[in-house]
Structure formats: C-alpha cells, structure tokens
C-alpha cells in the first residue's frame, strides 16, 4: 500500500487533472490557451502580441478576451496546463501493487520525461525573468500548498524505497529535495548532448536505476549527522 500521504496527492490529481472539454466553450478555452503556448515557445512573452494569439488561435481579438483578460493570465493558464498534463501522467505510480523501490523509479523516469517536454515550465524553473515576473501575480499560497504536496510525496516515496535505512527525519526531507531539485533541473535533458546522444527514454531509465539501486545506506551503517 502507498504511505499516507500519497491520499492528499491523489486528491490533489483529481482536482488537479484536465479533462476532455465538455463544450464548445471549453474547447475554445484550450484552443486558446494552446496557441499562446505556441507563441510564447517560439518568440518569447514579451514579443507575443495577444492580436497574435486570437490569429494562431482562429477567434477574434474580442472573443480572445473573453476568455483572458491581459496576456499574463494566458501565460498563468498555459503554465497550469503544462502542470495538470504532467500530474495526469503520475497517476500510475499511485497503483497499490506497486513495490516501494519500482514506485521511486517510476516517478523518477516520468518526471524526466516530462520535464523535457514542459518548455514554459523548464524555462520557469531556469529563471526566465518574463515567466517569473508574470506568476509573481499567482496566488502565492496556492503554489506553496503544492510543493508541499509534492514534498510529502517524494519524502514518503523515498522513506519506504530507501528501507531499511536510518536517515533522521531531517536526513530524510534533505534526501528527498535534493532529488526535487535534480527533477527541477532537468529540463536540460532535453538537449542530445547532455544526454550523450541516447535517447530521452533510455536516459530516464538509466538514471532512475542508477539513483534508485544506490539511495540505501550500507547494512549496518550510521545514521550519516546532521
């Protein structure tokens, strides 16, 4: 059985989730924010003209409005977009019968993957000041609950994988955001040659069995101080 806290998580993924658009009004909604994604890609925020996202997107420049007020809101809508398509695919490390040790590797390899294939979120995290500025106008508690969320996941997915072991539960927390922020830094995986040329599968797999095999303590060993 998962820990605990993976309930909050699967609660968070079910609120968090995109669905299929229900209507047209839905359906203009992520044809809009898409094309917008499109565009900050390709030119950058600060070069993307909203009259150039009603065009990409095939709505006047009115309808664009009803839809996002100020360009910002798009970027924040693409952003959250690009988050509920990747814990969509974390769904599966949820599974019951999964062993503590396959569970790490798994979400290791997902969020690998997808974090190469989350271009405004990789730039995010790279410290792009244009995407940084506009979410300073997200709610700031909203994102801390969320990487708290995410904090209590990797801890509790570590803790089990990594038994027997006799980290501290500060050891512990330490452990787990060190491999937050190697997940956070992968956006580079994206390039060839920082992969040497394998391809972005192989290379998630590599590393998550590379980390994985080699995250438990001798038998016997010390807890390491702290």
Same mark, same amino acid.
């Given at each position: 059985?998962?820990?605990v806290?993976?309930?909050?998580?699967?609660?968070y993924? #079910?609120?968090?989730?995109p669905?299929?658009p &229900?209507?047209s009004?839905?359906?203009?909604?992520?044809?809009? $924010? =898409?094309?917008?994604?499109?565009l900050?890609?390709?030119?950058?925020?600060?070069?993307?003209?909203?009259? =150039?996202?009603?065009?990409?997107? %095939?709505?006047?420049k009115?309808t664009l409005y009803?839809?996002?007020?100020t360009k @910002?809101?798009?970027?924040v809508q693409?952003?959250?977009?690009?988050?509920?398509?990747?814990l969509g @695919?974390?769904?599966?490390?949820?599974?019951?019968?999964? +062993?503590?040790? &396959?569970?790490?590797k798994?979400?290791l390899?997902v @969020?690998?993957?997808?974090?190469t294939?989350?271009?405004?979120i990789s730039?995010?995290?790279?410290?792009?000041?244009?995407?940084?500025? $506009?979410l300073?106008?997200v709610? $700031?508690?909203v994102?801390?609950?969320?990487? #708290?969320?995410?904090?209590?996941?990797v801890?509790?997915?570590?803790?089990f994988?990594a038994?027997?072991?006799?980290?501290?539960?500060?050891? /512990?927390?330490?452990?787990?955001?060190?491999?937050?922020?190697?997940?956070?830094s992968? %956006?580079?995986f994206?390039?060839?040659?920082v992969?040497?040329?394998?391809?972005? &599968?192989?290379? @998630?797999e590599? /590393?998550?069995?590379?980390?994985?095999?080699?995250? +438990?303590?001798?038998?016997? %060993?010390?807890?390491?101080?702290?």
């Amino acid at each position: 059985m998962p820990p605990v806290g993976y309930e909050e998580l699967a609660r968070y993924l #079910e609120e968090a989730q995109p669905r299929e658009p &229900e209507d047209s009004h839905q359906r203009k909604r992520l044809l809009i $924010v =898409e094309a917008a994604t499109e565009l900050f890609i390709k030119q950058g925020y600060r070069k993307t003209s909203m009259s =150039e996202v009603a065009e990409r997107a %095939g709505v006047a420049k009115g309808t664009l409005y009803l839809y996002a007020k100020t360009k @910002a809101d798009l970027m924040v809508q693409a952003i959250t977009l690009e988050k509920q398509r990747y814990l969509g @695919a974390l769904r599966p490390i949820l599974e019951d019968d999964c +062993a503590p040790r &396959e569970r790490l590797k798994r979400w290791l390899r997902v @969020a690998v993957l997808l974090n190469t294939s989350m271009p405004l979120i990789s730039r995010l995290i790279s410290g792009d000041r244009e995407i940084v500025a $506009v979410l300073k106008e997200v709610n $700031v508690q909203v994102q801390n609950r969320a990487l #708290e969320i995410q904090q209590q996941f990797v801890t509790e997915m570590l803790d089990f994988a990594a038994r027997p072991h006799r980290w501290s539960s500060s050891e /512990l927390r330490d452990r787990a955001r060190v491999l937050m922020g190697l997940l956070y830094s992968s %956006g580079s995986f994206g390039e060839e040659w920082v992969r040497g040329w394998l391809s972005p &599968e192989r290379f @998630a797999e590599l /590393l998550a069995d590379m980390i994985v095999d080699g995250i +438990a303590p001798p038998a016997g %060993g010390k807890p390491t101080p702290h």
